[in-house]
């Protein structure tokens, strides 16, 4: 046996296993063997048909076979060899593989990239304030008041904060916006419908809300927006011009409801005092779960900041190919329309590979601190990272169990990712931390 490695990259090596004749007629034998154990001809027991028979009648099988046992045992001895660490086998080109001939079989795989870990204890981080104000608070409050507002018929002009019933119908350069965009009616004329006025969220149709302020019922008005480029929900819109005629209806003031005992009753307290004090513990748990996000954030960005060095291609496209898949699968579930990506394909790919590299980084620099450090994931991690992962998917945990016992390469997944978070959990619980000045 004759083994040749090439560098194509610092990450890509070229592995060329040959085998001589005699190895490959002796693997040939053993694949005659095995089948002609199991074989059933007739007039022969099972293991004593001659080998010619089962050639005869058995050739695409034993053709197979002999390709599998041939690659394996070529893949085997040139990593024994050669004690490559392979990440990917991202190509195998088998060549001839046949009985009274050598067989040349070239590996093409991504190798774990060498380098030596940075300092990665004690990593400064900053982290912002837990404990809520009186002012954080006031505006929860005021937010709870909010969405338990009644709306009752103002006989005045609209402000800031009210909400308008109103009709409109919109054109584009004098064309009907429900000739340009019939499957989306909404955005052409409609008989009746709510807008916010001056609304910090934008509504329906883009800045219409910001032109309803001064506006009483039996107002018309002619209201230029324009749609922006890429505008989702209407593609056929985006970046366009457009006036609507508008006929206002109805106005309603907000009316918020009073700090008094039926809205203490709705919050599950018995008054000020105690809603106080359960809002400002939610406000302290929201901020105690934004800061463990933001060290694990900053952590990362950190330790990938301070080493450079070469990432194997197969893991980045990989990587890219799962961050383009949850993308798309969250933009559809709002409603997105497939053919969006397609219009911005080259800008969407750019963007998830940017994303994978560094991911892949942090990745490969966990794993080694991990191996270092002697991080492993043990029983309960896995039973908690399927429960949740179970969870996530709306599945019993005991079903998920059993596939995982089937698909190893999931398995090793998921058993990777707890790897990961427990280096990242580590990293954190040895960083630097300060804690930024509270803003008044």
């Given at each position: 046996m004759n083994i040749e490695i090439k560098d194509l990259s610092e990450t890509r090596k070229s592995l060329v296993v040959t085998l001589d004749k005699s190895e490959v007629d002796a693997e040939h034998q053993a694949v005659v063997k095995d089948i002609a154990k199991v074989a059933r001809l007739p007039g022969f027991r099972p293991g004593h048909a001659p080998a010619e028979l089962i050639l005869k009648r058995f050739a695409k099988e034993v053709r197979d076979d002999l390709k599998s046992k041939v690659v394996g045992k070529a893949y085997r001895a040139g990593l024994e060899k050669t004690k490559l660490d392979v990440v990917n086998v991202v190509h195998v080109e088998e060549?001839?593989?046949?009985a009274g001939l050598s067989a040349a079989i070239a590996f093409t795989v991504d190798v774990q990239p060498q380098f030596e870990l940075p300092e990665y204890l004690g990593i400064?981080?900053?982290?912002?304030?837990?404990?809520?104000t009186e002012a954080e608070i006031d505006a929860v409050i005021e937010g709870l008041r909010q969405e338990h507002a009644d709306f009752k018929v103002a006989d005045r002009a609209a402000q800031k904060g009210d909400y308008v019933k109103l009709a409109y119908e919109g054109t584009i350069d004098g064309k009907p916006i429900a000739e340009i965009a019939p499957d989306k009616q909404?955005?052409?004329?409609?008989?009746?419908?709510?807008e916010?006025?001056?609304s910090e969220q934008e509504g329906l149709i883009p800045g219409l809300g910001r032109q309803l302020a001064g506006l009483k019922a039996?107002?018309?008005?002619?209201?230029?927006?324009v749609f922006p480029a890429g505008f989702a929900a209407a593609p056929e819109l985006g970046g366009k011009a457009a006036v609507y005629a508008v006929e206002v209806q109805e106005v309603r003031e907000r009316a918020l409801p009073a700090l008094d005992e039926a809205f203490f009753k709705s919050q599950h307290v018995e008054g000020i005092d105690a809603l106080r004090l359960q809002l400002g513990q939610n406000l302290k748990q929201r901020k105690e779960y934004e800061n463990r996000r933001a060290q694990r954030r900053q952590v990362s960005e950190a330790l990938a900041a301070r080493i450079e060095f070469s990432l194997?291609?197969?893991l980045i496209a990989g990587e890219t190919q799962d961050v383009l898949r949850r993308f798309m699968e969250e933009n559809i579930q709002r409603g997105v329309p497939e053919a969006e990506f397609e219009k911005n394909k080259?800008?969407?790919?750019?963007?998830?590979?940017?994303?994978?590299v560094s991911r892949v980084k942090v990745q490969m620099l966990l794993a080694k601190i991990a191996e270092k450090e002697k991080i492993a994931a043990n029983e309960r991690d896995l039973d908690g990272a399927i429960v949740r992962e179970a969870a996530r998917a709306n599945q019993r945990p005991e079903k998920l169990a059993k596939e995982l016992v089937r698909d190893r390469e999931r398995l090793r997944s998921l058993q990777q990712a707890i790897v990961f978070d427990k280096a990242l959990d580590f990293?954190?619980?040895?960083?630097?931390?300060t804690t930024a000045t509270a803003k008044v």
């Open positions: 060549g001839t593989i046949e400064p981080v900053q982290v912002s304030p837990v404990e809520p909404i955005y052409g004329k409609v008989p009746q419908t709510w916010e006025v001056d039996g107002d018309k008005k002619e209201a230029q927006v194997p291609e197969s080259k800008e969407l790919y750019e963007n998830a590979r940017r994303a994978a990293l954190v619980s040895k960083a630097t931390i």
